[in-house]
């Protein structure tokens, strides 16, 4: 059986603020945990206007303390941003304050423009390695203690915080199946390499004392609705969220508008429909139909589904709908 969680942006829109949307994002998560979604994760972004969730370890807190049994987590943090001990740290007491409940992915994008991550003290020229080895240093960090270890991480040690790999090309599914570790695929925004990504993952594994055999989660859009074209005025407002950041100029979650993608000359179309290509957008039928093909292709264990609507009453019933079609799939 797959296993369905929710992906949540905090999603900024038009004439609101990030006070409302990070209320909006405390709402749903109590309404995922109560149709019985597996986890819920949480994006490290900066300087998006439509996104609230910057502050990614403090967003789970609050999302962790809202909530009592859902599992809480990043999706990711953007670990060239952080030195790996104070990532081990932060999750590290998460996982004190809320035991079993707390997951780390980790991305080796910096989540933003160049600009924005010199202002985050990233340095311009990164080395390849550089995310692997900070990937190795953080694992450490959550295991058993060594005799000689002069660092620790505390809270963090010894609490084997589940950690993931993130990512949208083959570099990541390689790193996640070297260590051992479950992989997660941005579908959800970069689609291309996905079949690709999985392929390799699942052929590379090596079983280790993280996980014995490969465990894949895809990002998928999911915009449900009473009708297909409601659910295709509902999606607009994302898909113009990627006009607009392919423009290079990022703005709130705008209000949906009917027709959107026929409204487009032909070059914004197709990055549209290139970038939402993992998407299932229309009524519970339609949406049953597109996940059932989408499961059968990637034989995905875990679908984490993301939903950007203007109204958020829209997203809790887009969730509440996408929830039937999963008890339909079983």
């Known amino acids: 059986m797959t296993a369905f969680s929710v992906l949540d942006l905090a999603p900024i829109t038009a004439g609101g603020d990030a006070t409302q949307a990070l209320h909006n994002t405390l709402d749903l998560a109590q309404h995922a945990e109560t149709l019985g979604f597996h986890r819920y994760w ?35 943090i ?19 304050l809320y035991p079993g409940r707390i997951d780390l992915g980790l991305g080796r994008a910096p989540g933003t423009d160049p600009t924005t991550a010199r202002a985050l003290r990233r340095a311009p020229d990164i080395d390849p390695d550089q995310f692997p080895r900070d990937v190795a240093e953080l694992l450490t960090y959550f295991d058993e203690p060594q005799p000689n270890q002069v660092i620790h991480a505390i809270p963090g040690a010894g609490q084997k915080v589940p950690i993931w790999i993130l990512g949208s090309s083959l570099f990541g599914a390689q790193l996640a199946a070297q260590l051992g570790l479950p992989y997660a695929f941005a579908s959800h925004f970069a689609p291309g390499q996905l079949m690709s990504a999985l392929e390799l993952y699942r052929s590379q594994f090596r079983p280790s004392s993280y996980l014995a055999q490969p465990y894949a989660m ?37 209000p949906p508008i009917r027709e959107y993608r026929e409204q487009l000359d032909r070059a914004e179309r197709a990055i549209v429909e290139q970038t939402m290509a993992c998407s299932a957008i229309g009524a ?26 203007f109204d958020h009453a829209d997203r809790r019933r887009s969730l509440e709908l996408t929830a039937e079609v999963r008890d339909r799939i079983g």
């Open 42 to 76: 949480l994006a490290e972004h900066h300087n998006m206007p439509g996104i609230a969730s910057a502050a990614t370890a403090v967003v789970i807190g609050q999302v962790a303390a809202a909530t009592q049994r859902i599992r809480v987590g990043a999706g990711g």
């Open 78 to 96: 953007m670990l060239p941003n952080h030195a790996p001990l104070i990532v081990a740290e932060q999750f590290g007491t998460l996982n004190a």
């Open 218 to 254: 895809v990002g998928y859009n999911v915009y449900a609705a009473e009708t297909d074209a409601e659910a295709r005025t509902l999606a607009s407002s994302m898909e113009q969220a990627f006009v607009s950041l392919r423009r290079g100029r990022p703005e709130p979650i705008q």
């Open 284 to 309: 519970p039928d339609t949406v049953e139909r597109e996940i059932r093909d989408f499961l059968e292709q990637t034989a995905a264990d875990e679908l984490i589904i993301t939903t950007s609507t």
